[in-house]
């Protein structure tokens, strides 16, 4: 039986501790995450609030998480939009973590192992939405996003949402969009460590 002090929820999804039961003896068996899937990052809870206010249909969309961690995005739009949910993340170790979060939800997402330069153009084509929250973390990572959104573009993916707490290498990111791209660089409410949450977002939708 799952200990429910470990167990919090935000926006009727349940995600648990690093404390519960499950994740230790996850922890233990030498399959603690070694990249930053350590906990549920603000920025996901700043992201969920901002689908919880459906700002476009969200429904039945085929949705790919990348830098997924836990996969709190992926649980909450399979659970609540019926939408076909991919959550892809280099490390591999988070990704049972991952199939957790959805079977306690009671829903289903797929789970790939994948750095950004992995997902490919001919996978990115079976997906209407990418997104991901607080990926963009090095000079490194930055180029290969902006890789990963031309090639997503090229797929024809409807949109690319990607939030974060306003790094130098995220703001690299929308520097480097390009004009056949509908972008927006948006504020959402919410700060960490005292600076805005920025989303950016991307749309072939005209």
């Known amino acids: 039986m799952r ?16 404390h519960h039961p499950i994740l230790k003896a ?3 068996s030498g399959k603690r995450p070694t990249e930053f899937g350590n906990k549920v990052w603000a920025t996901s809870l700043i992201l969920l609030d ?13 949705v790919l998480e990348i830098g997924c961690g836990w996969g709190l995005i992926g649980v ?62 090095s000079e490194e990572v930055s180029k290969d996003i902006t890789a990963l959104v031309k090639r997503s573009h090229q797929a024809k993916v409807e949109r690319f949402l990607m939030a974060d707490p ?23 409410p919410g700060t960490i460590n005292g600076k805005e949450t920025k989303l950016l977002s991307f749309s072939q939708i005209h």
């Open 166 to 188: 306003g790094r130098p290498n995220f703001f690299e990111c929308y520097d480097s969009s390009f004009e056949d791209w509908n972008s927006e660089l948006l504020r959402l």
């Open 3 to 18: 200990n429910l002090t470990t167990i919090k929820e935000v926006h009727d999804i349940k995600y648990c501790t690093g």
């Open 50 to 62: 901002y689908l919880k206010k459906k700002p476009f249909d969200l429904n039945g969309l085929r």
């Open 76 to 137: 909450y739009l399979s659970k609540f939009h019926s939408c076909k949910v991919t959550c892809s993340d280099l490390d591999e170790f988070v990704l049972p973590i991952v199939q957790f979060h959805a079977e306690l939800n009671n829903t289903f997402v797929e789970v790939k192992k994948a750095s950004f330069n992995e997902l490919s153009l001919s996978f990115l084509k079976n997906f209407d939405l990418i997104i991901g929250a607080e990926v963009c973390y």
């Open 26 to 28: 996850h922890y233990k």
